[in-house]
């Protein structure tokens, strides 16, 4: 026990047991991984990966407005749903995610551990593990956590010492890393042009352009079927829609960043924004290769944020693997500098370091108390007046689903997929531009596409999320063919 305690992953270890304890503790309520929250965004990714089991592909069969990555990743476990209750299968995944938030957890300590020590990289993985957006997030079927364990591997993998070969399979491992991560979220595009840079920074511009080359071929790997079979819907969905679509989520340039920089937990943002500093100044040393890769990352990262169409708060938790590095690099800094002065000093400091990465805990473990308690009673309504044969359109995917259903299943089902995505593609190509995704969704533009799709169902579930995205004028079209039965509209006879 003491040889294994003594091992230089062991503490960054222990700090990623406690992640993945934090993350499932929201699962131990009466209604399991159900009970907690699921986000809108969950439902549609979950019903894009069991869809492909059935051969049913974004772009070609459904809009889709993301890259396949999450889809396809999350394929070989949500393809259950073939033979098991779709619901027992979405929170099997839930289950998988905090496996992933605890490995992210371990590569932040780890990648700091081995630049800066072994408190700096403890003092990395902390912060990391009680990231309140990155905990959160870490519960559900949602991009970032997949996205921030595969730009982690990533930077690990591109940091390791290597000659001769063991170089040559080392780059190429980093570019089917970056390549993974843009096929999972297109803003992991920040770290290939981070990676360029911390390699050409330091002379290795020959390594960048291998590292960046075998990107561009695992992308055309991750990309072609796709492009080959629906090239125009899929340009459609990741570009056009993306740079014209609508605005929605938080608007206001400052209280985005105020959000970016975490506003109940300056403790860590100060921390960071020193490790930031510190990066910068030591940018232009050769062997600076992790100094420029995560202060470029975070530079670009907040940029994209503060320019990008939508912004909602769980986006800060593709941030927090670069804020926690970050942080560790500053604590290394800072217990550097107290170390110089005295050791009494130090011990305080080291002490006032410590608390200021546990500092976001108490947040944390509120979120973890989040409680859904409509969405059974939701599935619980559907599962009694929608027959299995029926044809059933939810406006929020996560009821469907929690009433073990899949869109477009029984074959010939409407494939309403991403209710939100699909409508507002409408707004894409209208006239004129909309403020917001709310005016959008007042404008015949995103009302006449998903009418023939509600036309083909048997139920309808609308609630809060189908009244936002339907008009005036498209709820009364509903209310002329459907009657409400509780929370299930039927169709008249």
């Known amino acids: 026990m003491t040889t294994v305690l003594r091992h230089p992953w062991a503490p960054v270890l222990l ?3 406690g992640a993945w304890l934090l993350r499932v503790a929201a699962f131990f309520n009466r209604n399991g991984t159900l009970g907690y929250p699921v986000d809108f965004d969950e439902g549609v990714y979950f019903s894009a990966s069991a869809l492909l089991s059935h051969g049913v592909l974004p772009y070609r069969d459904y809009f889709f407005v993301h890259p396949p990555g999450i889809a396809v990743l999350w394929a070989p476990v949500a393809a259950l749903a073939r033979v098991l209750d779709v619901d027992s299968v979405f929170s099997a995944v839930r289950w998988c995610i905090p496996v992933l938030g605890a490995l992210s957890t371990v590569l932040c300590g780890r990648i700091v551990q081995e630049r800066w020590g072994t408190r700096a990289g403890v003092v990395a993985a902390l912060v990391y593990a009680v990231h309140p957006e990155a905990s959160t997030a870490e519960r559900g079927v949602l991009l970032e956590p997949m996205l921030n364990l595969t730009c982690l591997a990533m930077a690990w993998v591109a940091l390791r010492p290597a000659k001769g070969r063991a170089a ?13 991560a843009c096929a999972v979220k297109l803003t992991a595009g920040v770290w290939v042009l981070a990676t360029a840079w911390a390699l050409g920074g330091g002379g290795e511009w020959r390594r960048a352009l291998r590292t960046v080359g075998t990107a561009a071929v695992a992308g055309l790997v991750w990309m072609g079927p796709f492009v080959l079979l629906s090239a125009e819907p899929l340009v459609e969905g990741l570009l056009r829609f993306q740079m014209l679509r609508p605005p929605d989520g938080v608007l206001e340039p400052a209280s985005r960043l105020r959000l970016m920089l975490g506003e109940s937990h300056w403790g860590i943002s100060v921390l960071s924004l020193l490790g930031l500093v510190v990066a910068l100044a030591r940018s232009r040393r050769r062997d600076a290769v992790a100094e420029r890769l995560f202060s470029t990352a975070w530079l670009l990262t907040v940029a994209v944020f ?29 217990l550097s500098w107290a170390e110089a002065r005295s050791r009494r000093f130090a011990v305080a400091l080291t002490v006032a370091v410590g ?23 939701i599935a619980g309504a559907i599962r009694a007046a929608v027959p299995p044969e029926s044809a059933l359109c939810a406006f929020e995917p996560a009821w469907a689903i929690a009433a073990g259903r899949l869109p477009g299943v029984p074959k010939g089902s409407p494939l309403l997929v991403d209710p939100y995505g699909f409508m507002l593609h409408g707004a894409v190509g209208a006239p004129e531009r909309f403020a917001t995704a709310a005016a959008a ?33 498209s709820e009364r079209w509903v209310g002329e063919r459907f009657t409400r039965e509780g929370d299930v509209w039927k169709r008249r006879p």
């Open 15 to 17: 700090v990623g047991v």
């Open 441 to 473: 969704f007042e404008d015949e533009s995103t009302q006449h596409t998903v009418k023939p799709l509600l036309e083909r169902c048997d139920s309808l579930v609308l609630l809060g999320r189908g009244e936002w995205q339907l008009s005036a004028a």
């Open 355 to 377: 608390l200021t990465a546990f500092s976001t805990l108490p947040e944390a473990i509120n979120w973890a108390k989040q409680r859904d308690r409509g969405l059974l009673a």
């Open 306 to 334: 503060m320019s990008s169409k939508s912004f909602y708060n769980h986006y800060n938790a593709s941030l927090a693997p670069i804020t926690a590095v970050l942080c560790g690099m500053g604590a290394a800094w800072v």
């Open 168 to 180: 040559w399979r080392r780059d190429v491992a980093t570019g089917v890393l970056l390549a993974t």
